[in-house]
């Protein structure tokens, strides 16, 4: 499937909710390149099938995006045993095609009155999963035109909202201990080839962590991301290497990811 194509029929069903939404995972990392600040590295970016879509809890997310969906083309496939399920939103044969996730910040215990979990939640028509630490995800979004002159089949430049770099980096620091093995690896590739992205602009970086992500933290938020910054890039680790092994258009070496990882963020992060 041509996942610029599907991309597009997604954009063109989401544009009435167009400012509430959030491009949060691999596909907000794929446009980032798009940005006037990015570098222009001579690799492929991190390929996904899917696009992680967040809202916040206010304003509510109202009309009808399930509707909308349907009427390019995407259907419902379901997972799971919430109440609501689990459910992406697939473009194609749900084995190869291309499928979008909604994702809403999780607040509270994550246990509804009678016991059950409290992880999915039903908002316009669509159900998305409830992800702790989402909340940062969409703390200072970027504006980003996608049509005609980037390979997009629209009609006209669109803009889109994508979670910013350091809002990207600082969330996949904070859930690296829960991640699988192998999430991990690849969250690790993501910070390295994201902070390489924008390696020219630290200075740009570091402004929007201080005045516009770190007032929005907890201390506890804060403190975990410095820390799992420095549990992570003091030393090449395994997962280290495994991420140096996922790309297979370039030669990584996991010093580099190492060096890199821990000096940009080192400076990125400093009080």
């Known amino acids: 499937m041509n996942d610029l194509g599907a991309f597009s029929?997604?954009?063109?069903?989401?544009?009435?909710?167009?400012?509430?939404?959030?491009?949060?995972?691999?596909?907000?990392?794929?446009?980032?390149?798009?940005?006037?600040?990015?570098g222009n590295p001579d690799y492929q970016p991190l390929m996904t099938r899917d696009v992680d879509i967040a809202f916040a809890d206010r304003p509510p997310?109202?009309?009808?995006?399930?509707?909308?969906?349907?009427?390019?083309?995407?259907a419902e496939e379901h997972f799971g045993e919430d109440r609501p399920p689990v459910t992406h939103y697939t473009l194609?044969?749900?084995?190869?095609?291309?499928?979008?996730?909604f994702l809403t910040p999780q607040t509270g215990s994550g246990i509804k009155r009678n016991k059950e979990p409290d992880s999915t939640k039903l908002a316009a028509?669509?159900?998305a999963q409830k992800l702790r630490h989402?909340?940062?995800?969409?703390?200072?979004?970027?504006?980003?035109?996608?049509?005609?002159?980037?390979?997009?089949?629209?009609?006209?430049?669109?803009?889109?909202?994508?979670?910013?770099?350091v809002a990207f980096v600082a969330q996949k620091l904070l859930i690296q201990h829960a991640r699988r093995p192998e999430k991990r690896a690849q969250d690790?590739?993501?910070?390295?080839?994201?902070l390489e992205l924008f390696g020219a602009e630290l200075a740009a970086l570091h402004?929007?962590?201080?005045?516009?992500?770190?007032?929005?933290l907890s201390k506890k938020d804060v403190r975990g991301i410095r820390e799992s910054a420095d549990q992570n890039f003091s030393a090449v680790t395994d997962?280290?290497?495994?991420a140096a092994r996922i790309p297979a258009d370039r030669q990584l070496f996991p010093e580099r990811i190492q060096q890199l990882c821990q000096a940009v963020l080192a400076e990125i992060l400093a009080e």
Do not use: C, M
């Not at 194609?92 to 499928?99: K, L, V």
């Open 239 to 242: 997962i280290i290497r495994d």
């Open 134 to 165: 989402l909340e940062i995800l969409l703390s200072e979004p970027w504006s980003i035109a996608v049509g005609p002159s980037e390979g997009f089949p629209l009609d006209k430049a669109t803009i889109v909202q994508v979670a910013n770099p």
């Open 9 to 38: 029929s997604l954009i063109k069903a989401l544009a009435p909710w167009q400012t509430q939404v959030v491009l949060v995972g691999g596909w907000a990392h794929r446009l980032h390149r798009l940005h006037p600040l990015a």
């Open 207 to 216: 402004d929007l962590w201080t005045t516009r992500i770190l007032p929005e």
């Open 125 to 127: 028509g669509i159900t």
């Open 61 to 74: 997310l109202e009309g009808d995006v399930k509707s909308a969906l349907s009427e390019v083309g995407f």
């Open 188 to 194: 690790t590739l993501y910070i390295h080839d994201t």
């Open 92 to 101: 194609g044969n749900s084995d190869e095609g291309f499928y979008a996730e």
